[in-house]
């Protein structure tokens, strides 16, 4: 069983992703974007000053335009780590200009209540929605301008003991059209994970899986491989095919604190690839490429007679 990562460890991967983030954001068209979301990652390296410097330089690129607010996210640092009067410029200056950015009301939001300030982070969240719902008879789902604004107002209120008022009575519409939503989405989602999904190792892949899990298909070619795959296949009408990766499926298996090297665990693996849609569906036409990626007709690669 592979071994839970370490705090170093851990450190060192957020470290690695900040960096990557930061390099990212040279060439990626969404610097501040990028920026914030390192931060995030300096955040859990306790790495506060590449955090600040990152948030620093988003804010001052910050265009108001972005996923994420630069010049939110700064504010916030600077109201959480006690420097309080930078943090209330930075944050009066946010509210003079404006923002197109949804989630720069709310992470204003989440500074002012993580420093006890909840009348504060209220007033932000009550603009926020205002400026994106300004009709309380609109129609909001989730993904749309305000809906996290509107559950989050929701939610303090809520907190402080206010009553419901118009707006609060939108987000539990919103919420019973989201439940509907989500009910169809998992309906979709039980009928993918209905189908089996069988998992094929491409043949770079299969040759990393026997070099560092010799056991896991002792004495097997990859042509091997293939055979039983595509037997699987055809004792399965209906079935799909998991591509495996072996890093993913190994992150999937700590994520699970499940042993990689249990069948179970592949097989697991292969179903919440098909549950999220990622794979590959099966029978191909004979005039097709063959699912397992040699470039070569069905008809005359896994799918000719004989073969399996």
Known sequence: MAAPPTEARR??????????????AEISGQRCDDLVEAAGYWHFAEEHEREEQALA?????????????GRAAYASFLLTHGRLE?????????????SECPWAYGEAAAGYHAIGAQQEALRWLNIGVQRFIPDVDAAVEVGDPGFELLRERAELRRELGLPQ??????????????HEVYAQIEEVSRQRQAATAVLYWPEAEFAEV???????????????HRREVQRSLGHHPGAVIATGELDALLAFAESRERPPDEPSTRAEFAAEAARLGRTVPWPPGRNDHCWCGAGRKYKKCCGAPGFA
Request: proline share 3%.
């Open 11 to 24: 450190r060192q991967l957020n470290i690695e992703y900040a960096e990557a983030l930061e390099a990212d």
């Open 57 to 69: 330089t988003a804010a001052e690129i910050d265009d108001g335009h972005n996923v994420l607010s």
């Open 86 to 98: 930078e943090g209330e410029r930075a944050m009066a200056q946010l509210m003079r200009e404006g």
């Open 165 to 178: 008022d118009q707006y609060d009575e939108l987000h539990a519409r919103s919420q019973e059209r989201s």
């Open 210 to 224: 026997q070099r560092r899990y010799p056991t896991w298909y002792p004495d097997t070619a990859h042509v091997e």
